[in-house]
């Protein structure tokens, strides 16, 4: 079994299965792209980078919780939001840390990544804060915010970074490793390759590993 057999973001996506594909546009050595269904998912990808764990999946276009785009990332020590409509509660415009028109409180967003919306945006130094955007500073996981990660939605697509620094390389060995989909294109993707994987594939001719 190959990683992400399956997703954890959907079942339909998984690495096994796109290896049994029976058309390839190409695979060679520890990845490639095949050619499948459409849609159960239109777009899902779950993917790891060392020590980078990242998802991609369709959601709806607006929504409550993250309106019609949204981004929240921390590095280290900066931190940087925004939304669009603007996120209920927040303050609407800050410069160095100083209130201009200060918002009521009431934020109660949480994600997978980030738990507390509220504590992040009152626990930051805002160098600046405009309408619906802004860039910070703040201590290093500061309420409970991860030492680098991303959660980031435009219109309906939804993607999320996390760092896992004791998972730089899995108890298997995996380095890094992808199962994804877009329309009608699956890609799968394991290093180092794994016994499941063809050493090389073409439209319907498949190489097995020996």
Not at 13 to 41: H, M, N, T
Not at 139 to 147: T, Y
Not at 157 to 170: A, K, M, P, T
Request: hydrophobic share 35%.
């Amino acid at each position: 079994m190959v990683k992400f057999s399956p997703s954890g973001i959907d079942g339909n996506l998984s690495g096994d299965k796109i290896l049994e594909s029976e058309i390839f546009c190409y695979y060679c050595c520890c990845g490639g792209l095949a050619l499948g269904p459409v849609g159960s998912p239109f777009i899902a990808a779950e993917a790891k980078q060392l020590c980078l764990h990242s998802t991609v999946q369709c959601t709806d276009i607006i929504n409550d919780t993250d309106g019609l785009c949204s981004q929240m990332n921390t590095m280290c020590c900066i931190t940087e939001q925004c939304q669009l409509p603007p996120l209920p509660g927040a303050a609407k415009c800050i410069c160095c840390n100083k209130k201009l028109a200060p918002g009521d409180g009431s934020i109660s967003k949480s994600d997978e990544i980030f738990k507390d919306y509220g504590g992040i945006m009152e626990g930051t130094f805002w160098l600046y804060y405009m309408f619906c955007v802004g860039c910070g500073v703040s201590g290093i996981s500061a309420n409970d915010r991860p030492l680098y990660g991303i959660v980031n939605k435009e219109l309906c697509i939804r993607e999320s970074v996390e760092i896992n620094l004791s998972e730089i390389v899995d108890p298997d060995g995996t380095m890094c490793a992808v199962a994804a989909t877009e329309l009608c294109f699956w890609s799968q993707c394991q290093f180092p390759p794994q016994k499941e994987q063809p050493l090389f594939a073409c439209f319907k001719f498949k190489k097995p590993r020996s």
